[in-house]
């Protein structure tokens, strides 16, 4: 067990671009979080998986941000035409039936839109 | 709509002190509450998980308890210590969702 690993860990892209980010959560876990974090605030939620299907995603999330997790194993989160207020920490963390919805984060992708 | 506040923002205490960070939320209705320590520029590490039905965890040092009707938690950290400085990050989760909502932190500095 090595625990949540996301790539990249920095990402640095100029504004219009599209970025994808991935996590490989834990492997027997079946649950999957993305939040974004700005510096000095927590982590906002973004988006929540059970196995493959996608049960809660936030009102906030602009229709520019789509997460997959195929197979209910990985999990990408792509932001489309980025803008300079995407830049932040996105962090994914991950929890299984059973462990009490215990999160266990990743060390997050940091994401720099110039 | 759940909001969480973390008291102090800040606090710094020479080491050896026992300290407590408070976590208050504006509704009862959750599920859980877990508290977190987050390192700069780094992810989340979990401390404890309450459950709504539980009264307080303990881990070592740390122990956290929850009022869920009065609408807080508080984390005691007992014999600080240097290593202990981090940000200190509480979350809970709403009944009826899977989101977790966090507090902007308490970041501690144990002085050495």
């Known amino acids: 067990d090595t625990g949540v690993s996301q790539n990249p860990r920095h990402k640095i892209t100029k504004r219009g671009q599209n970025v994808t980010f991935r996590c490989d959560p834990i492997?027997?876990?079946?649950?999957l979080y993305w939040y974004r974090q700005t510096l000095g605030q927590g982590p906002e939620f973004l988006t929540y998986?059970?196995?493959?299907?996608?049960?809660?995603k936030s009102r906030l999330l602009s229709d520019r941000f789509s997460a997959e997790r195929p197979k209910g194993s990985f999990s990408t989160l792509e932001i489309q035409r980025t803008e300079q207020g995407d830049s932040a920490m996105y962090l994914c963390?991950?929890?299984?039936?059973?462990?009490?919805?215990?999160?266990?984060f990743g060390p997050g992708t940091r994401l720099t839109v110039t | 709509k759940q909001e969480v506040t973390q008291i102090p923002a800040a606090l710094s205490v020479p080491e050896g002190e026992n300290l407590v960070l408070n976590c208050s939320f504006t509704?009862?209705?959750?599920?859980?509450l877990q508290w977190f320590r987050q390192d700069p520029g780094k992810g989340l590490t979990s401390l404890l998980l309450?459950?709504?039905?539980?009264r307080e965890q303990t881990s070592g040092r740390l122990n956290a308890s929850l009022d869920k009707s009065s609408g807080r938690s508080t984390l005691y950290i007992a014999a600080s210590q240097p290593g202990d400085s981090a940000t200190y990050l509480c979350?809970?989760?709403?009944?009826?969702?899977?989101?977790?909502?966090f507090g902007t932190g308490t970041r501690l500095k144990v002085l050495a």
């Open positions: 492997s027997e876990h079946n649950r």
């Open positions: 979350a809970v989760r709403p009944s009826g969702t899977y989101k977790y909502i």
């Open positions: 963390a991950s929890s299984f039936t059973g462990g009490g919805y215990e999160q266990y």
């Open positions: 509704d009862s209705a959750i599920y859980n």
């Open positions: 998986f059970q196995n493959e299907a996608q049960l809660e």
């Open positions: 309450i459950q709504s039905s539980q």
